[in-house]
């Protein structure tokens, strides 16, 4: 009896959640709960940690999971340790479907630094307008540079103070588009922006449109993620569902 888990947060977990619906084939799109309205899906949805590597592996043994499929972001660094340790614990089948990181086109002015304090030094310097295209929980950092002026957008009101003087807020949710966000650098008059190497096209209109504006990008380099066989693409899952059936998994 085949029942996916599909650990969530993501385009590519939607838009595999979809196909495993319109395939007929059971399937649960897991969430970790950081923000109060996840997306809808036409799978059964469950939200929460799972209690760490063990309570994965209780739930993959309760609830029969047959196939792990983690399609969180490429941040969620930590889920997808615990995924890669669980289901080898468990013996359930694991794949990650996986998003290929941006790479700078010719016209990009990117300055890549490997993780959010080097994000945090590379904005010393002189007063700027900076967009932080990077939710609510890495923006108290960035209070160590407080001569900017800090345009930040969050996928919820935020439920503390924010600790970055001077700060506007958008609360908007993506995947954004390119006109959207072109709009938005232009109407806060953004001078650079700092953002993840999220990869995917729901985060990816802020760079065309900084690309096209002729701005400067800090770019956030992925975490380190564990040895996995990875796909980037939905129907990649399908044939290793199909064929992992064949093999009575
Ligand atoms: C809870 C579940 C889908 C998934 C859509 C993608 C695209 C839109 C763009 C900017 C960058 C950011 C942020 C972002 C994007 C997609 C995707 C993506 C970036 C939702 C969602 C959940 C989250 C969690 C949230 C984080 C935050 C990060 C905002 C759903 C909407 C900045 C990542 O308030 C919080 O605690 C938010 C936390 C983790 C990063 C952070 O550090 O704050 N995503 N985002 C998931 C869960 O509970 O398990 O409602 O859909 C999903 C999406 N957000 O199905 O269409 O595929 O990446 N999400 C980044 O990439 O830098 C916004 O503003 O330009
Ligand atoms: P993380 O730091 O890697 O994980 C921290 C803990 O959160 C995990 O150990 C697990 O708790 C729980 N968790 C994370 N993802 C989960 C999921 N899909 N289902 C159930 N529990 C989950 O994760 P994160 O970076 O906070 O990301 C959380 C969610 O937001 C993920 O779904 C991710 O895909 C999504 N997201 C994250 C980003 C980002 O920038 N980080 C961007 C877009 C979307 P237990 O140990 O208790 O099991």
């Known amino acids: 009896m085949t029942h996916v888990l599909i650990l969530g947060g993501t385009t590519e977990a939607s838009a595999l959640a979809a196909a495993l619906a319109h395939a007929g084939i059971a399937a ?16 059964a949805v469950r939200v929460g940690g799972f209690g ?7 739930w993959l043994q309760v609830k029969r999971v047959s196939h792990l499929v983690d399609a969180t972001h490429p ?3 930590q889920m997808s340790a615990h995924a890669v340790a669980a289901a080898a614990q468990a013996g359930v089948p ?43 929980m890495h923006v108290d950092a960035f ?17 503390t103070a924010i600790a970055l003087p001077g700060h506007r807020l958008v609360v908007d949710r993506g995947p954004f588009t390119v006109e959207g966000d072109l709009a938005l650098l232009r109407r806060e008059a953004i001078e650079l922006l700092v953002c993840k190497n999220a990869g995917g096209s729901g985060a990816q209109a802020k760079l065309i449109a900084a690309r096209t504006l002729g ?12 040895d996995r066989v990875e796909v980037h693409d939905v129907a990649a899952v399908l044939h290793w569902i199909g064929h992992a059936a064949d093999r009575g998994v």
Request: no cysteine; net charge positive; charged share 20%.
């Open 28 to 43: 649960t799109l897991s969430y970790a709960g950081r923000v109060a309205n996840p997306r809808a899906q036409p799978v």
């Open 52 to 58: 760490g590597v063990a309570g994965l592996v209780e």
């Open 75 to 77: 941040f969620a660094a």
């Open 94 to 136: 694991h794949l990650a479907l996986t998003r290929p990181a941006w790479a700078a086109e010719t016209a990009d002015r990117w300055t890549r630094v490997a993780d959010i304090p080097a994000a945090v030094a590379a904005l010393a310097g002189g007063p700027r307008r900076v967009m932080l295209a990077l939710g609510r």
């Open 143 to 159: 209070a160590a540079m407080p001569q900017h002026r800090y345009l930040l957008r969050f996928v919820d009101p935020p439920r």
């Open 215 to 226: 701005l400067p990008v800090v770019m956030i380099d992925r975490p380190p993620l564990p």
